[in-house]
T-cell receptor, first 110, second 115 residues
Framework: QKEVEQNSGPLSVPEGAIASLNCTYSDRVSQSFFWYRQYSGKSPELIMSIYSNGDKEDGRFTAQLNKASQYVSLLIRDSQPSDSATYLCAVRGSARQLTFGSGTQLTVLP | KAGVTQTPRYLIKTRGQQVTLSCSPISGHRSVSWYQQTPGQGLQFLFEYFSETQRNKGNFPGRFSGRQFSNSRSEMNVSTLELGDSALYLC??????????????FGPGTRLLVL
């Protein structure tokens, strides 16, 4: 079992729709969770971090964390073609280092 | 504030050679982590340096090494290059301050091609 798993996609949504990206993790003592966006040929760019159970909103992005279910998600409202990228879930567990999922490729169709 | 910088941005080497990559963190950041990204394996953690000491290490062979200088700049070295070392090497820096959220910010990466 991978330590951090993401639905691999690819995921396609129409412009203006909500894109939902999911991530599960295996290390129960994980405390810090991050979503990064990576455009093709570029380096990962931080979108959001979340540390407590519940929702955290930042503009069109909402991160949701459920530590009991070991689940973290990212919702993108009013999706735009510029949101088309690979989204990486990263978890900091007991080993302190960040462990990344394999990423979900999102395409927003105009 | 300037972001994380990495040099060189692109590199072509042949098998058996060695390579040194450089990373300058965001000003004030004391922790530097290195990652290897390949299409097949994704983003994999190499090592982390803090205050010139290796604080954490991933599952990579001893051919991969690094160091950090007193100004927090870091270098990583790969000796006896193999074809499979072709990858994007990413450096990320973080503040690592008590009470502060430790968020990593990535540099643009060095794309290494081994022929």
């Amino acid at each position: 079992q991978k330590e951090v798993e993401q639905n691999s996609g690819p995921l396609s949504v129409p412009e203006g729709a909500i894109a939902s990206l999911n991530c599960t993790y295996s290390d129960r003592v994980s405390q810090s969770f991050f979503w990064y966006r990576q455009y093709s040929g570029k380096s990962p760019e931080l979108i959001m971090s979340i540390y407590s159970n519940g929702d955290k909103e930042d503009g069109r992005f909402t991160a949701q964390l459920n530590k009991a279910s070991q689940y973290v998600s990212l919702l993108i409202r009013d999706s735009q073609p510029s949101d088309s990228a690979t989204y990486l879930c990263a978890v900091r567990g007991s080993a302190r280092q960040l462990t990344f999922g394999s990423g979900t490729q999102l395409t927003v169709l105009p | 504030k300037a972001g994380v910088t990495q040099t060189p941005r692109y590199l072509i080497k042949t098998r058996g050679q060695q390579v040194t990559l450089s990373c300058s963190p965001i000003s004030g950041h004391r922790s530097v982590s290195w990652y290897q990204q390949t299409p097949g394996q994704g983003l994999q953690f190499l090592f982390e340096y803090f205050s010139e000491t290796q604080r954490n290490k991933g599952n990579f062979p001893g051919r991969f090494s690094g160091r950090q200088f007193s100004n927090s700049r870091s270098e990583m070295n790969v000796s006896t290059l193999e074809l499979g070392d072709s990858a994007l090497y990413l450096c990320a820096s973080s503040l690592t301050k008590a009470g502060a959220e430790e968020t990593q910010y990535f540099g643009p990466g060095t794309r290494l091609l081994v022929l």
